[in-house]
């Protein structure tokens, strides 16, 4: 089956620990994307990237770093700088070249950190 | 950036009612799209729309891309309990390249 996937679905961490969310596509997309949303809120875009070893910042990039080296796989590191880590964590693909900028989501891994 | 106002932000309606959302831009789009997420889930892509005027159903679901190419309209005809959820429009501008600007999201609850 076509599709995204992101793992674990929950993740717990202390306080001060760096943490690596899992992302990958077998879609074929060229893009792929990193959104955060708390609780009642909506999107907002950490990083994405549209090429193999090229990523830009979003619009809440601070406390974030990712990695690009393969097309099928885009890893999210919440380092401990990041002021508040504890939300939901969605990851997304789509093309871009064309007309279609449809993006997809995987089903979202949920960071908890004390 | 690009300014997405999504209203209204929740809905309260019985089952079998007819339901109605939209988004309005701060800036011209080329596309829109709507996406529904159930909690704790991922949203899933319900309707893409390209064109100005472009209305687009998907089973009971009806969506426009407006005239102004500032808005957009979902309708959900006939709600069932399973409508349940946030719907979120989406939508990006000719300069955006591959970003999506979203919505704040519309709670949808349904009493059965």
């Known amino acids: 089956d076509g599709g995204i996937t992101q793992s674990p679905k929950y993740l717990f961490r202390k306080e001060g620990q760096n943490v690596t969310l899992s992302c990958e596509q077998n879609?074929?997309?060229?893009?792929m994307y990193w959104y955060r949303q708390d609780p009642g809120q909506g999107l907002r875009l950490i990083y994405y990237?549209?090429?193999?070893?090229?990523?830009q910042k979003g619009d809440i990039a601070e406390g974030y770093s990712v990695s690009r080296e393969k097309k099928e796989s885009f890893p999210l590191t919440v380092t401990s700088a990041q002021k508040n880590p504890t939300a939901f964590y969605l990851c997304?693909?789509?093309?871009?070249?064309?007309?279609?900028?449809?993006?997809?989501f995987g089903p979202g891994t949920r960071l908890t950190v004390t | 950036g690009q300014q997405l106002n999504q209203s209204p932000q929740s809905m309260f309606i019985q089952e079998g009612e007819d339901v109605s959302m939209n988004c309005t831009s701060s800036?011209?789009?080329?596309?829109w799209l709507w996406y529904k997420q159930d909690p704790g889930e991922g949203p899933v892509l319900l309707i893409a729309?390209?064109?100005?005027?472009e209305l687009t159903s998907n089973g009971r679901l009806t969506a426009q891309f407006g005239i102004t190419r500032k808005d957009s309209f979902l309708n959900i005809s006939a709600s069932i309990p399973s409508d349940v959820g946030i719907y979120f429009c989406?939508?990006?501008?000719?300069?955006?390249?591959?970003?999506?600007?979203f919505g704040e999201g519309t709670q949808l609850t349904v009493n059965p």
């Open positions: 997304a693909s789509s093309m871009v070249a064309g007309s279609s900028y449809e993006q997809y």
């Open positions: 879609l074929n997309h060229d893009a």
């Open positions: 990237s549209q090429i193999v070893n090229d990523f």
């Open positions: 800036s011209i789009f080329n596309t």
């Open positions: 729309l390209y064109k100005a005027g």
């Open positions: 989406a939508g990006r501008t000719q300069t955006s390249g591959s970003r999506l600007t």
